[in-house]
């Protein structure tokens, strides 16, 4: 059975079905052949073995077993284990009356040897809580194996033969939350520059001590080892004590055993600046299961807006808090790591209305479903914090422009940006009235860009729901038709000492990959008619020559006539496209200075979108402040 049948480290029962009775049974030993996949910890030295045996049957049964029936015996002379049976009666999913029962026979093995513990529950619904009660629960004698010893003791880099990707990435990213990749080398393919974003979530590798291919499943995180089906007991017990003994013999540790990718830090160092807050998507959990978790999520996204606002020290997070338009107050975190696990300590400040802030800092108190973003490279993903080691890749596709006396923090004409008035565009100071007067198309390799107090070609405002850009342009150049994609964004500071912020490009960088199959004259033609069905009256204009003085200047015209300009291409020419991204944000004296982190970071991103872009065969061009 290839690996990726017989494995999936995610599995779990996700119906949290009502119990309505639970039985000891009798097991045989000889009739016991289970799947390999237990849950590893350390116990304490005075642990007594029957006593923690106990409790996690009393943690997983949630008391309802009396008189549980428990059969033990030695291995050798290195461990002994523990086994107990169990039936449960439940309500069938599909099922709302009571008399109807499913019945299902579980299995609790308990593996203790060297000091160590293998958990094995037939009952997957109930492996999270097993885990989630080592070291400050009921399991409290049971401590989680440290990640970096399971990476080293486990993880041959050059033998991994599957690959549980996790993206720590922005929101909006226009990279794949997760990937699963299978091979016989699966780190060599991995992208320098596209996969630094993620993290290993879990690994099938083979062994590196054993020699034949033997091969091993790794989550490290949930303390999780798993081998495949097991012919009979002696076979499961076997390989049971041969995982505990490479960790009684071997004390490697390695932090980030695939060298590529992302990795968990074991304190705070280094972090600062959060740009980015967000939440787990409440569909990540069914209806019945965690159904705590997936209210307050729920409540939180649907009822609450909130904002990263300035902290006073890097590494806190500050929330301005509001709903329904109504400020609630501003909440600081503070990120706190033990054993790779991170916590929060929270402080109230500026309290408006108290039982919606209350009903908002729950949050804190599910650190899993908490996802935060910082300049430094970090980031805040299932409740611990990572750390990317951006590599140095140089973008050199900076377009510097001056913005002169428009306002680059404000980013469409109007008082409400919720509300933004866009026939007032090309009136005001705001960046999208800088496009409409100031966009100049006419440049290429041999002439550079500059702005223009004359615009010449054709403009349309695509801005809104299900936007191509939030303005198309074109213009005849050269013998060319040139066709640009503009997505504006306003920045976050306007002070003439500003760094680099990561959190002012990502989202306008991953919308402008997003739309890029709009780079296709034909696509977005037929784009732009099905968008037109819908609201016909977006701004457009149409350069124009004066009888009088003999200049172009802008004559407001309809979307319908710009429609016909495109498909009037199709013909005549060839037709060179951009996608351009105008983010004043970025300085140019301090950018082409500086060799930072955050730099790295930038360039990253700002690469990745360029190869996405690049890939179409359109040009990527992004518009910094020429200060």
């Known amino acids: 059975m290839s690996d990726i049948e017989n494995i999936d480290p995610n599995e779990s029962d996700s119906e949290d079905r009502k119990v309505s009775g639970i039985s000891s049974i009798d097991i045989d030993i000889s009739l016991v052949s289970p799947y390999l996949s237990v849950i590893i910890g350390v116990v304490s030295q005075t642990t007594k073995y029957d006593t923690l045996h106990k409790k996690i049957l009393k943690l997983i049964t949630i008391n309802d077993l009396e008189n549980a029936k428990i059969s033990s015996d030695l291995i050798g002379e290195s461990g002994e284990y523990y086994i107990s049976g169990y039936s449960v009666e439940r309500i069938p999913g599909w099922s709302k009356i009571s008399p109807i029962k499913d019945i299902e026979n579980n299995i609790l093995i308990t593996i203790f040897a060297y000091g160590y513990v293998a958990i094995f529950i037939s009952d997957k619904s109930r492996k999270e809580d097993i885990r989630d ?23 041959n880099e050059d033998k991994i033969r599957m690959l549980w990707l996790s993206g720590i990435h922005g929101r909006g990213n226009f990279k794949a939350d997760t990937k699963v990749l299978s091979g016989d080398s699966v780190a060599d393919t991995l992208d320098p520059l596209l996969d630094q974003s993620y993290m290993m979530s879990a690994v099938r590798t083979e062994l590196w001590q054993a020699s034949t291919k033997k091969t091993i499943g790794i989550n490290p995180f949930k303390s999780s080892v798993w081998r495949g089906p097991c012919s009979d007991w002696a076979t499961f017990e076997s390989r049971v004590i041969e995982i505990l003994n490479i960790l009684h013999s071997n004390k490697s540790n390695v932090d980030n055993p695939i060298s590529i990718l992302s990795y968990p830090v074991s304190d705070c160092k280094g972090l600062q600046d959060a740009y980015d807050f967000s939440l787990v998507d ?4 069914s209806d019945n299961e965690k159904s705590n978790k997936r209210r307050l999520i729920e409540r939180i996204l649907t009822e609450f807006q909130f904002e990263i606002v300035p902290s006073a020290l ?3 997070i500050s929330l301005k808090i509001s709903k329904n338009s109504q400020e609630v107050g501003t909440i600081k975190a503070r990120p706190i790591i033990k054993n790779y696990k991170v916590s929060f300590e929270t402080t109230d400040s500026d309290i408006k209305i108290k039982t919606s802030y209350d009903s908002f800092k729950k949050v804190f108190d599910h650190p899993e479903i908490i996802k935060c973003w910082f300049e430094s490279g970090h980031a805040i993903v299932n409740g611990m914090i990572f750390k990317t080691g951006y590599r140095d890749v140089s973008f050199s596709g900076y377009t510097w422009a001056d913005y002169e006396n428009y306002n680059i923090l404000k980013e469409k004409p109007g008082k409400d940006p919720k509300k933004p008035e866009l026939d007032k565009i090309g009136q005001e100071k705001s960046l999208f009235c800088w496009v409409k007067n100031r966009w100049n ?11 223009t107090e004359n615009p010449t070609g054709w403009l349309l405002c695509d801005d809104g729901a299900g936007e191509k850009a939030d303005f198309i342009h074109y213009v005849h150049h050269n013998n060319e038709h040139v066709i640009s994609l503009i997505h504006v964004k306003a920045a976050k500071d306007s002070s003439p000492n500003r760094k680099i912020s990561v959190g002012a490009h990502d989202i306008v960088l991953s919308q402008s990959v997003k739309n890029i199959r709009s780079c ?14 819908t609201n016909s009256n977006k701004m ?11 200049k172009e200047s802008y004559q407001q015209t309809t979307m319908s006539e710009f429609i016909k300009k495109m498909e009037s291409l199709k013909d005549n020419g ?23 982190n955050t730099k790295k970071q930038l360039d990253v991103l700002l690469v ?11 040009e990527f061009h992004i518009i910094g402040s020429d200060t």
């Open 441 to 451: 198309g006419k440049w290429d390799e041999n002439t550079p860009f500059n702005t």
């Open 608 to 618: 990745s979108a360029e190869n996405a872009v690049n890939a179409l065969g359109c």
């Open 520 to 533: 296709d004259r034909k696509k977005l033609v037929e784009d732009l008619k099905i968008r037109e069905k």
């Open 133 to 155: 009660n080592f070291s400050v629960g009921v399991l409290k004698e049971i401590s989680p194996i440290p990640i970096p010893e399971l990476n080293g003791n486990f993880i």
């Open 574 to 596: 060839s037709v060179r496209t951009r996608v351009v991204v105008v983010q004043p944000h970025t300085r140019k004296s301090y950018y082409t200075s500086t060799l930072s």
């Open 282 to 285: 409440y569909e990540f959990f």
């Open 314 to 316: 890097p590494e806190d």
């Open 540 to 550: 457009c204009w149409e350069s124009k020559t004066d009888n009088l003085n003999g």
